[in-house]
């Protein structure tokens, strides 16, 4: 064949030719609705009109991009910290592969665990949590057939996690959170989950996200111990996502490290349960979301798998350097005597107040909306109302090939400008619909945003009844 006078040829690498498994990764929180969004802002910057003057995307938890003031001694006042960092460099250089930041994240373990010891050499310096978390499912993901990996995530989830599954080939194994109980995690569900789980897969790990992403509940301390002692009992690898562990704002709620909890059942747990938890600059009161700085620990892991990891990861070379010196920079703050001091606790504690008072207001605002219900926003940084969609607006949805959810939030899109991400992509009980919002925004445009959620939905209920 020729074109245009030149031979030409197939291309290598075609749809029907890529890794099949890449085509079964979804990732709704950056999904079609947003692409739409973008193309909006552009839209708006040409000067088409629209019913709304600007776009607001209340869809991710970038802090910084909706309004969030960067904490002033991570970028200014840090300079005895970094010429320690420089020291432990080879070279005194940013620019070398990796800075010695281990110890400092096994003080602040300790530390935030109340004297629960740390080793050095169980901290793993990741690319943000998410590295973290999808390198410890390669590690997991083996067999074929009845006996093919299958890991445990809680619906509602962070889409990471049936996206990296699905890349693996792994088996995704849902358990349902009790929205009826303000998300919680009921040990007879997980029990179902994985008794069903065993007939057709080998489920090997459980993964918690505390506090919880898109529900925002912060699990009990009893909660935690229930999961050690059903991990232990079922032979499960537990993986514990913390990186909104600062953020909790609810009276009555606590933030408890599975780590320190594990550790305080004693031995019969403490030596045997393995575990990795994370963290991450990403969230809480930081919101550093660019420099990808994360660490995960590991307990009780096989010496020998330990040495396959590192192996793993050394591949890599290593996560951004800035991003490790600003990990160290977060497990490491200033000292009441410090020049920053005084500073960094006002502006921290700032930050989340504000978060805990914006959390409230949506909580209160949405509840305030027939056709919507929403449960306490614990902590995090995101609310997950439900929301009731007419039987017309479902068929004309399923009419078009799109969730109701998704039909829902696309045409809230286009009429106010306001970019939500729909229950759909997260994952919800069948015949319920939600949207994740983020409580980010500032408090002034964070009630224009939810008056027009409430003036959206009333619209649409009236439209389609």
């Not at 996206?163 to 009790?178: D, R, T």
């Not at 007879?188 to 996200?209: F, H, K, S, V």
Request: proline share 6%.
């Amino acid at each position: 064949m020729t074109e245009n006078g030149m031979m030409s040829r197939a291309k290598v690498l075609t749809i029907d030719t890529i890794n099949p498994t890449v085509k079964k990764v979804e990732y709704a929180v950056r999904g079609p609705i947003v692409q739409r969004a973008v193309e909006l802002e552009r839209e708006l910057s040409q000067g088409m009109k629209k019913p709304f003057a600007e776009v607001i995307k209340a869809n991710i938890g970038d802090a910084h991009a909706m309004g969030q003031q960067p904490i002033t001694f991570f970028r200014q006042d840090a300079k005895s910290r970094a010429c320690r960092i420089l020291q432990s460099c080879g070279g005194h250089s940013m620019g070398l592969y990796e800075c010695d930041v281990f110890l400092d994240v096994a003080r602040y373990i300790e530390r935030r665990d109340g004297g629960v010891p740390c080793d050095p050499d169980d901290i793993y310096l990741t690319t943000g949590a998410s590295d973290g978390i999808v390198t410890m499912l390669k590690l997991l993901v083996c067999g074929e057939g009845a006996s093919r990996t299958g890991v445990m995530i809680s619906i509602p989830q962070y889409p990471l996690y049936s996206a990296a599954l699905a890349e693996l080939g792994a088996v995704q194994i849902n358990y349902y959170l009790n929205e009826e109980k303000c998300w919680s995690l009921d040990i007879p569900e997980l029990q179902r989950a994985l008794d069903e789980a065993r007939q057709y897969c080998n489920p090997r790990a459980l993964c918690i996200i505390n506090p919880g992403n898109p529900t925002g509940q912060v699990q009990s301390r009893k909660c935690i111990e229930d999961v050690i002692q059903f991990a232990a009992k079922e032979r499960l690898f537990l993986m514990a996502d913390e990186v909104y562990q600062d953020n909790v704002y609810a009276d009555g709620c606590q933030f408890h490290s599975f780590k320190k909890v594990l550790f305080e059942m004693g031995p019969e747990y403490s030596d045997t349960v393995e575990l990795a938890s994370f963290h991450s600059t990403s969230k809480c009161y930081m919101g550093e979301c660019g420099f990808r700085g994360g660490y995960m620990e590991l307990i009780n892991m096989d010496d020998e798998v330990k040495a396959q990891l590192t192996k793993l990861v050394s591949v890599r070379l290593c996560p951004p350097v800035p991003g490790q010196a600003l990990m160290d920079l977060v497990v490491n703050p200033p000292q009441p005597g410090e020049p920053s001091y005084d500073n960094f606790i006002k502006e921290r504690t700032a930050t989340l107040s504000a978060l805990a008072e914006k959390a409230k207001l949506t909580e209160q605002v949405l509840n305030t909306v027939q056709g919507i219900s929403c449960n306490p926003v614990q902590g995090a940084m995101y609310s997950f109302p439900r929301i009731t969609i007419p039987e017309k607006a479902v068929k004309e949805a399923t009419e078009k090939g799109q969730q109701p959810d998704m039909f829902y939030c696309m045409k809230m899109l286009e009429e106010t400008g306001i970019c939500l991400v729909p229950g759909s992509g997260f994952g919800q009980k069948d015949g319920t619909y939600h949207f994740r919002m983020t409580i980010l925004p500032p408090s002034d445009k964070l009630k224009i945003l939810l008056d027009k959620v409430k003036e959206f939905h009333q619209k649409f209920t009236q439209q389609y009844s």
